[in-house]
């Protein structure tokens, strides 16, 4: 976090109105540095509840004619063995170990190449992502290497914002006694602008694991939430609160979750 806000302080924050600070905000490859700081609380699983923090720095570097933008997915976590992984993790964790565990769970680290002029109203980009067995219990990884591609598009029409992120995941190496990844992160997230930098969301992130062979693959959130653009003396910040429920879902897996997320933010 000390090296993110080291190269950070070389760029000037300076957006030119809170309208386009907000538009930056809600676009997941726009060419600003953010350090974004994810608390989510999982319910209603079979094995008791979930605390999470990811940590989730995103660092754009503009190459020729195209954007670069690197994001990066820390989680740590305070949960039991037993049931259904992080959201938006592949795998799950080790099922023959119950407990709470406190710990970091896997890293995943995306790359998404993103052209400087576009064609029309659609902004969009393309890349790879990995995610690394770096867990340090197994409850709360999959003990395996993974990678993939991923690509978002997104429309900013004057009332909002409007996209989505695209994601898949296979085991390529790892533990040989846990089971193998292929999971789809399907991201549909929709902003409505309101006055004075408030806006509402909504940002389901479903996923698709391949590999239950038995029950719901599928964990389906429905929901939404309320955000706000503000300033802490010259430093530009985002706050949003959100709860989801999750009306399809893997057995044993947390039925609903609720969760805040306050962002630093660094216009370049």
Same mark, same amino acid.
């Given at each position: ?112 190449? /993103?052209?400087?002029?576009? &064609? $029309?109203?659609?902004? #969009?980009?393309? @890349? +790879?992502? =990995? ?114 429920? /999750?009306?399809?879902?893997? &057995? $044993?897996?947390?039925? #609903?979750?609720? @969760? +805040?997320? =306050? ?6």
């Amino acid at each position: 976090v000390g090296l993110f806000l080291l190269l950070s302080s070389t760029f000037v924050a300076h957006a030119e109105s809170a309208d386009d600070l907000r538009a930056a905000t809600q676009n997941p490859i726009a060419s600003m540095y953010s350090l974004p700081f994810k608390f989510t609380f999982d319910n209603g699983a079979d094995n008791g509840d979930a605390n999470t923090l990811n940590i989730q720095p995103v660092l754009p570097v503009t190459v020729g004619d195209w954007n670069l933008v690197s994001r990066i997915i820390v989680p740590l976590a305070e949960a039991p063995g037993g049931v259904p992984g992080l959201p938006g993790n592949p795998g799950i964790g080790d099922t023959t170990r119950s407990g709470r565990v406190f710990g970091l769970g896997d890293i995943n680290y995306s790359l998404f190449f /993103n052209p400087l002029e576009t &064609d $029309g109203s659609l902004i #969009w980009g393309v @890349g +790879g992502s =990995i995610t690394a067995p770096s867990a340090t219990d197994d409850r709360l990884g999959s003990g395996k290497w993974s990678a993939g591609p991923t690509a978002v598009g997104l429309v900013q029409p004057g009332w909002g914002t409007y996209g989505m992120l695209l994601r898949h995941l296979w085991s390529f190496a790892g533990d040989s006694d846990r089971r193998a990844v292929s999971q789809s992160l399907i991201e549909p997230f929709v902003n409505y602008n309101l006055d004075d930098g408030w806006y509402l969301i909504s940002d389901s992130v479903i996923t698709v694991d391949w590999k239950i062979n038995e029950g719901d693959k599928v964990t389906l959130p429905l929901g939404g939430g309320v955000g706000k653009i503000f300033k802490v003396g010259d430093q530009p910040m985002n706050m949003r609160a959100e709860a989801y429920y /999750n009306v399809i879902h893997p &057995d $044993g897996a947390p039925e #609903w979750t609720i @969760g +805040g997320t =306050i962002q630093f933010l660094f216009p370049r």
